[in-house]
């Protein structure tokens, strides 16, 4: 007896970069697992049947990295360029921020992304107690890594996040998983990283971390460590255990040949960099190394939104444009970096595909819209026309998080009630108190 059948969905599939579509096929789903993808199963075999008429079936898409919690900060920090935005605005902000807020503010978050077709996300911040109960109550699949900065407590921070990997890692049915997240090497010393490498290490989980982000950054790094950040990562340890680098902006040749070597994903966020005006990763020449690159939507303070087919659609846009030729990224390449890649960048077999034996991780998107129809290219239609409001149903795990656009695991007036009560506290300047200090700031001081 299967646990839920999807009927009738045209499901796209994408093998080696290349997207194909089986019409009207059923998708079979018991204990949380895709078991059969076949046309005409019989209902009669299935406890729940779900129609899909006229749907296309998608990978669940995958967010390889977010700041979720950060929906609450969407628009006050725009315009403005990298330093400004983390000392002038975000890092003060964030001071204000109660682990009740980050619960409210990544429920929101989840509530966007479940309804944009994503059912992954590696999540990188604080007060990740209250972000895995959100987590926990909303079906998603998360990575979560619990941000580390050098300071005073760096040792209660460093115990911290080894208790949450231990507590978490491998919960609700390995639904959620736990890397370490030391924040980056501008605002974590070196032996600080080795501590949490070695903390990886032992735990036997990986690293997600802030790397290479500005030019400003590398130039810093080569100042203060005598080498690049990707080097004082590697000379850390960092890259000794799984490792998901995000931003990757500013790299060299002999960087791209280090993170090749060891095996680092970068998670490039192409609507963050390009709205602050800092760079996006060579992706092009990092995929052509070997590196794993996959997308994220980084936080809503500087996306602004956690729709992951924007961002796919912005980096293969970016990279036509930069490269001077429309063959590169084409369609089947830019949907993998959203799926596939995003599940090799996380480590995370079975998911990012849809196939018999994957984790049952789908999305159901609306083809019969006017921006979409006629369907010549349901892969095309997806990238280059599809909205995120097209997005019909989302399956997790087997389990249904939204059916027909209503959320079934969030309610989302709630949560918008509690996020528009919350507003005004939040955006409070409180004297000079920031969570950390931008470097280019401090230098010039
Ligand atoms: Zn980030």
Not at 159 to 172: C, D, I, K, P, T
Request: net charge negative; glycine share 6%; charged share 20%.
């Amino acid at each position: 007896m299967y646990d839920l059948l999807v009927q009738r969905a045209d499901v796209l599939q994408i093998a080696n970069g290349v997207p194909s579509v089986l019409p009207q096929h059923d998708i079979a789903i018991t204990d949380r697992r895709i078991v059969a993808i076949a046309p005409d199963i019989s209902p009669g075999l299935a406890r729940e049947t779900l129609a899909a008429d006229g749907l296309l079936a998608i990978p669940g898409l995958i967010n390889s990295h977010s700041h979720t919690a950060m929906s609450l900060f969407r628009g006050v920090a725009e315009d403005v360029p990298i330093e400004e935005w983390f000392n002038g605005i975000i890092w003060p902000l964030e001071t204000n921020l109660t682990p009740e807020d980050v619960y409210w503010g990544t429920l929101l978050g989840l509530a966007e992304m479940i309804e944009a077709g994503v059912t992954c996300v590696a999540d990188h911040y604080f007060a990740m107690d209250a972000i895995v109960q959100a987590v926990q109550e909303s079906g998603m699949r998360a990575l979560l890594a619990w941000t580390i900065f050098s300071g005073a407590d760096e040792h209660e921070q460093l115990s911290q996040a080894r208790q949450f990997v231990e507590q978490w890692h491998g919960a609700e049915a390995d639904r959620i998983r736990v890397w370490m997240g030391p924040h980056s090497p501008y605002t974590c010393t070196p032996s600080l990283l080795r501590r949490v490498a070695q903390t990886a290490r032992e735990l036997g989980v990986g690293i997600h971390i802030h790397l290479s982000e500005t030019a400003a950054q590398v130039a810093q790094s080569l100042a203060t460590h005598g080498c690049s950040p990707v080097s004082v990562a590697r000379n850390a340890g960092l890259f000794d255990v799984p490792a998901l680098a995000a931003h990757v902006a500013h790299v060299s040749p002999e960087d791209i040949a280090t993170l090749a070597a060891h095996g680092v994903a970068v998670a490039v966020t192409p609507k963050t960099e390009m709205k602050l005006g800092i760079g996006v990763a060579p992706t092009l020449a990092m995929r052509e190394a070997g590196v794993t690159v996959a997308l994220g939507s980084d936080g809503a303070a500087s996306n602004n939104t956690y729709d992951i087919l924007e961002s796919a659609r912005l980096l293969a846009l970016l990279e036509k444009l930069r490269q001077s030729d429309a063959r590169c990224m084409p369609i089947g390449t830019t949907l993998e970096l959203a799926t596939g890649a995003g599940a090799r960048a996380l480590q995370w077999d079975g998911i990012g595909v849809l196939q018999v034996g994957a984790r049952a991780d789908l999305a159901l998107v609306q083809c019969a819209t006017a921006h979409t129809q006629p369907l010549h290219n349901p892969a095309a239609a997806l990238l280059y026309s599809s909205q995120a409001a097209d997005v019909d149903t989302v399956i997790v795990d087997g389990r249904i998080l939204m059916h027909r656009r209503t959320l079934l695991t969030i309610d989302k007036p709630r949560v918008l009630r509690e996020v528009a009560a919350r507003i005004e506290r939040l955006t409070q300047r409180q004297g000079e108190r920031r969570i950390a200090t931008y470097p280019e700031a401090q230098a010039s001081r």
